[in-house]
């Protein structure tokens, strides 16, 4: 039997990977498949396997040789989970790859390649001390920071070899992928010295750093982006509205709103601090009907959209179906969103 090469791509599902990254994750994918199945010794010997976290952690697909994997395709959930991605990393692990016994060689040693762009948002610390409790080590653990908003402390404990990667476009996430790729295929040609990345001759890409993981930059919660889960009060389906932090005026600016999954929420939402609504310019304009207010269920706390030229004196939460009447007078209340 051919020992196989496992690897198990980690990818964060949150709420500011909505929209442009969330697609070139997925495309990245699918072209990393599609070039390991043109390479014979990729096909014989690498088994990838999917897993995603966002408020839970999920095999979206088991190990699976490359020549039968269907690429994935990636849900947009509320938080960062990435202590239980990492506890399913390790269970996963315990049961998918050969350990070497006296009697024959296992599985080479897996390839994880953990992408992220935020902070996790629970307990990351118990699960990686679990899975570094494991002898002999059960992975090598590469980390991927990409984006402003990525604590690389923690990303640089997690990780046997930590980078950096400037941006969340499809350009630059499509180029980490063909990266990804070469780096799969350069350690199935010599897998006994399982290449270190770190010390790989392979060229980065643009915007891509190596960190140092004993000086890692520090992280500060800047909270520079916001989101805020919304409901369109006239087609009751979700949309997440998105704001960025203008240092130079101290407010914070809307982006265009996003259409989100209607089962968004069935893995729960993610707790974060409120913010004053005082502080956030703009009406992000509802993606489904164009309103371009939003006001807050006084029973659920949901958000939904409102047409602020034409205020209805009362509304239906289209969350909770509460009837609601509308004080426009109410502009500093606060809004619980979320740092994703
Ligand atoms: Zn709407
Ligand atoms: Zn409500």
């Excluded at 979206?60 to 269907?70: D, G, H, S, Y």
């Excluded at 400037?166 to 010295?193: C, G, H, N, R, Y």
Aim: a negative charge; one cysteine or more; hydrophobic letters at 40%.
């Amino acid at each position: 039997m051919t020992r196989r090469l496992p690897v198990y791509l980690l990818l964060d599902c949150s709420e500011s990977m909505a929209g442009e990254p969330l697609n070139a994750m997925e495309a990245g994918i699918y072209k990393t498949i599609s070039s390991l199945k043109k390479d014979p010794h990729a096909l014989e010997t690498v088994y990838v396997s999917v897993i995603s976290f966002a408020a839970k952690a999920k095999v979206l697909a088991p190990l699976t040789e490359v020549v039968a994997l269907k690429p994935p395709s990636l849900e947009l959930r509320p938080g960062t989970a990435l202590g239980a991605a990492l506890d399913l990393l390790r269970e996963s692990i315990k049961k998918d790859v050969e350990i070497t016994t006296a009697m024959s060689k296992g599985d080479w040693r897996p390839l994880v390649f953990i992408l992220t762009d935020g902070q996790p948002t629970d307990d990351w610390r118990g699960p990686l001390a679990r899975l570094r409790a494991v002898k002999p080590s059960l992975a090598s653990v590469y980390g991927f920071g990409c984006g402003d908003e990525v604590d690389f402390e923690t990303l640089a404990e997690v990780s046997d070899v930590c980078f950096q990667v400037s941006s969340l476009t499809t350009e630059s996430l499509s180029k980490l992928f063909v990266w990804l790729t070469a780096s799969i295929q350069k350690s199935v040609v010599s897998p006994d010295q399982l290449v270190s990345l770190e010390k790989s001759d392979l060229p980065m890409v643009d915007g891509m750093k190596l960190i140092d993981r004993a000086q890692p930059p520090k992280f500060q919660e800047k909270n520079a982006r916001l989101y805020f889960h919304s409901v369109c009060v006239k087609t009751k389906r979700h949309y997440l509205i998105r704001y960025r932090f203008n240092p130079e005026i101290g407010l914070y600016f809307s982006e265009p709103s996003v259409t989100l999954p209607d089962d968004f929420f069935s893995d729960g939402a993610a707790k974060a601090p409120g913010v004053d609504a005082s502080l956030l310019l703009q009406g992000p304009k509802c993606p489904y009907c164009q309103n371009h207010g939003w006001g807050k269920c006084g029973f659920c706390g949901h958000l939904f959209c409102l047409d602020p030229d034409n205020p209805a004196p009362t509304v239906v939460c289209p969350f909770c179906e509460s009837h609601l009447t509308i004080d426009q007078s109410a502009e500093d209340f606060r809004v619980d969103g979320s740092v994703g």
